[in-house]
């Protein structure tokens, strides 16, 4: 039934797009113009210097953090460099913008010291924004191959006196390089699907992506034809991406993490490396920080008390935590279901072997949906129904049933695991011992699951109250969200609510992601002690 759900959501809308295009006249006029082409080759040359960029940075601070010593101060620069991971694109780009902007604190610095920094609008805007998120989730994926590597490896190396150089190309690259491919892909396909970031900071038609275009066509022009063509070609880079990660050997579930690392239990002691190692991880904590710093220190500068008695944010908080959270228990839902399904069928192979094509299907099915792009489907259905019924009547519904699909990945990455080690360890004693439904759910299931349902949870509805992708599309006056209110205020020049709005839905979300740390880390305390028995 999930499964056939999922099918459904992506196939109605790809089949209406190529409905839509099959009868549309002026599809060849479309792909002659030179602007969706320049388009095109914008979207992708974005996305390939943000992959360079994010991968090329984390690589020296990824070995700078595993150097550290195993404390609470690495955990602390991990647990930091997981919060961008859930935290809205809109409200990071407020922070970018009021850092790096105009008026912004850094670039007052620079113009102080007698540079002249570029404009935070183009190119130059969208790689900082891209780098803020995608910088912290190369370094922690990176760090976890790190962390697995032999402690032996270390020991040796500093018993040998190896140099920097030479140890980053005989021990640390090998261990770094499949991670950082697929590091690489995964993010060269989040920044061609990157839609908030380009909308905000794009700066005109010469710094525009497919996707913000396919909008400006559906929203502003209402030109269908064109919306068709870019959406497929939007859907066709999205696929050359997924075909290039899967190349890379990356698996799509490792950027989709949000619990603690393996501590390491041996860190090199020399002194010049450890000064330039903490100064690295210094630089990248300023970096990742900053932007969380500028959004909290502009949105106490507003009027917020004003703010939160509006009836219009009000309205659009309720709003937000409705949708949020039928789509964050859908995306709970249909994750367990599919992870159920999963592990029934390991169970039956007694965990042994090769998983039949059923099983691979069922585990691999979450992950799938990421093929085709929120903003893809989104459009497949506004173009499906607006013959039908009324599109905005629709919001809602299509709202909650596309974000919980987005959200099912990172549901499922924290559910299955559990599930998988819980069945495997319980599973038999449970079948000999008659204990079956109800109660074997009270009292063997549920104490196992439920810290990493919570942390699924928690963590679906940080994403799903964070959105604005779909809701761009399909909001209204009558379907208000948190990120949909921000855009309209920074549209009408409201900067001050912007900044005030922007506060709220980021002490929202960093707590329901502090959240699903915390509850993942239990999950894997308490895994962990399973495996020990």
């Known amino acids: 039934m999930a499964g056939t759900l999922l099918a459904a959501l992506c196939t109605v809308a790809v089949g209406a797009l190529l409905v839509q295009a099959g009868g549309a006249d002026g599809a060849g006029a479309v792909l002659a113009d030179p602007v969706v082409w320049r388009t095109l080759r914008f979207t992708l040359w974005q996305a390939f210097w943000s992959t360079v960029l994010s991968v090329g940075l984390a690589l020296p601070v990824a070995i700078a953090i595993t150097r550290m010593a195993d404390g609470p101060l690495r955990r602390a620069v991990l647990a930091l460099f997981a919060l961008p991971l859930a935290l809205p694109q809109i409200v990071a780009v407020l922070g970018v913008v009021a850092l790096y902007g105009q008026r912004g604190v850094v670039t007052g610095l620079a113009e102080q010291a007698g540079f002249d920094p570029p404009s935070i609008y183009g190119l130059t805007g969208i790689l900082i924004a891209h780098v803020f998120f995608n910088l912290p989730l190369a370094t922690r994926i990176l760090h976890g191959a790190l962390a697995v590597m032999p402690a032996e490896y270390e020991r040796l190396s500093a018993q040998l006196g190896i140099g920097a150089l030479a140890r980053f190309r005989m021990i640390d690259w090998p261990a770094m390089r499949p991670a950082a491919a697929g590091a690489a892909a995964l993010i060269f396909m989040l920044c061609v699907t990157s839609f908030a970031v380009v909308l905000i900071l794009g700066g005109g038609p010469r710094a525009t992506t497919l996707e913000v275009a396919l909008y400006q ?9 064109r919306a068709v063509v870019l959406t497929l070609l939007q859907l066709a880079v999205t696929l050359a991406a997924v075909t290039l ?7 799509v579930e490792a950027g989709m993490t949000i619990a603690v690392d393996p501590s390491r239990r041996f860190a090199g002691n020399r002194t010049a490396g450890a000064v330039l190692g903490g100064a690295l991880v210094l630089i990248a904590v300023l970096f990742v920080g ?4 500028a959004i909290l220190a502009s949105g106490m500068a507003s009027d917020l008390a004003n703010l939160m008695a509006q009836h219009r944010v009000q309205r659009a908080v309720l709003t937000s935590l409705g949708l949020g959270l039928c789509a964050a228990f859908l995306a709970v839902g249909l994750a367990y279901v599919l992870s159920r399904g999963a592990v029934a069928l390991a169970a039956g192979r007694r965990f042994a072997g090769r998983p039949a094509i059923a099983e691979t299907v069922l585990a691999s099915a979450p992950s799938l949906i990421l093929v085709v792009p929120p903003i893809v489907i989104a459009a497949g259905w506004f173009i499906a129904l607006r013959t039908v019924t009324n599109v905005y009547a629709a919001a809602p519904y299509l709202v909650i049933t596309i974000n919980a699909a987005m959200a099912m990945p990172f549901a499922a990455r924290l559910i299955h695991p559990a599930m998988l080690a819980a069945e495997a360890r319980n599973g038999r ?13 009270r009292l063997v299931t549920w104490p196992v699951l439920r810290a990493p349902l919570v942390a699924a949870l928690a963590f679906a509805l940080a994403l799903s109250l964070g959105d604005l992708g779909v809701i761009a599309l399909f909001g209204s006056e009558q379907v208000q969200t948190m990120p949909y209110l921000i855009m309209q205020r920074m549209g009408a020049y409201r900067t001050q609510d912007a900044a005030g709005l922007a506060l709220i839905l980021m002490i929202m979300t960093m707590a329901l992601m502090l959240a699903a740390e915390h509850f993942a880390r239990r999950s894997q305390m308490i895994e962990t002690e399973g495996n020990s028995q």
């Open 217 to 225: 066509a559906l929203t502003f022009d209402f030109d269908i034809v």
């Open 245 to 251: 990660f899967a190349l890379a050997g990356g698996s």
């Open 290 to 293: 900053a932007p969380f710093g």
């Open 429 to 441: 004693l449970c079948a000999h011992l008659g204990l079956f439904g109800m109660a074997r759910w």
